[in-house]
């Protein structure tokens, strides 16, 4: 009777760790119609089904780090790249060698396996060109134009507090500025002038600028030509300053509870077909030796960009010095 109590309690063992081998949680800073698609796509070839909350890269950086002495996800998927180094500095996230790592660049991703690049994308304006013309406003086209009167209360951007879209926009302007932060704070000052609010994340004040209910965000470029090829009349131009841009990546959660299945999905993302088309859907600019680019794309060699020091603009001591200032300086002003 022992024998058989034994029996069973193996086998009620093996079915439960089965059982949880076929679900994996997640957070993503994907686009959610996007990372619905592509975690749908994952389930239907491997029955691992992916339970997923849609975050900013700040808050989902917060939302780990809040949950570090238990963490509720396994792995993260998409979201700018400075945020995942930030991430990786706060002891948030863990090495893993995947097997088809090495079909991205070595400089697309961390040196020690902490992350991993999957696109690129360049920070740009979009302007809904029949609300400009009915503000008598023009595109702007450089950094410099964005601080002209006319454009006083006609601008979005992010919050840099919680989207790493709009952190890349400190980090561009910084390093246009040479590093001189003061200088760079005057700027951000200025255009905080000509913006109307702050949004939540990086592609929200894209949406806006389509629906006509502002002229012009800033954002990256992928999320502006997604909305163009849908029918908005917007304009997307690139700074003729040099603009910085995002290095999209994936990370693993450390102490994540779905280990196994978060490496599957890892290592699916990085190597199947039938994500990599899902991403191309979405304009996004894989960095994958051999990977498809949809001919609508903004790619970075079509355009002027700055050299950006990623690890230095990662690093969560930079980092939140950096946030802490636009908070007392610009943010709490408002």
């Not at 097997?99 to 302007?127: C, H, K, M, S």
């Amino acid at each position: 009777m022992k024998r058989v109590l034994t029996v069973v309690l193996v086998l009620l063992f093996a079915v439960g760790t089965v059982w949880a081998q076929n679900s994996v949680s997640a957070y993503t800073t994907l686009e959610e119609p996007l990372a619905k698609a592509l975690f749908e796509q994952f389930k239907k070839e491997t029955g691992i089904t992916v339970n997923f909350v849609r975050l900013s890269g700040g808050e989902a950086v917060a939302r780990m780090e809040a949950e570090a002495a238990n963490p509720q996800v396994s792995i993260w998927v998409g979201g700018v790249g400075l945020d995942h180094i930030t991430a990786k500095s706060k002891n948030l996230t863990i090495p893993y060698v995947s097997r088809f790592a090495t079909n991205t660049r070595a400089e697309f991703r961390d040196p020690q396996n902490y992350w991993i690049g999957l696109y690129v994308g360049p920070l740009t304006f979009v302007t809904n060109l029949d609300r400009a013309k009915a503000l008598g406003l023009t595109p702007p086209k450089s950094w410099a134009d964005l601080l002209k009167p006319e454009y006083k209360g006609q601008i979005r951007m992010a919050n840099p507090s919680i989207s790493g879209t709009a952190y890349n926009v400190i980090t561009t302007i910084r390093t246009l500025n040479n590093g001189n932060e003061n200088a760079a704070f005057e700027y951000l000052k200025n255009l905080d002038a000509n913006i109307d609010q702050y949004a939540r994340s990086g592609s929200a004040p894209g949406k806006s600028v389509a629906t006509g209910e502002i002229p012009i965000a800033i954002g990256y470029a992928h999320d502006q030509v997604k909305l163009k090829s849908e029918g908005a009349n917007v304009e997307i131009d690139a700074p003729t300053e040099g603009t910085g841009y995002e290095l999209a990546s994936m990370s693993l959660i450390r102490g994540g509870k779905d280990a196994v299945p978060a490496r599957r999905l890892y290592d699916w993302i990085l190597s199947s077909k039938s994500a990599q088309q899902l991403f191309t859907q979405w304009y996004l600019v894989l960095i994958a030796n051999g990977a498809e680019k949809h001919p609508l794309a903004l790619s970075l060699d079509q355009i002027s960009t700055i050299k950006q020091d990623m690890a230095w603009d990662g690093d969560g001591v930079n980092k939140n010095r950096l946030l802490d200032r636009w908070n007392q300086e610009i943010g709490s002003k408002r």
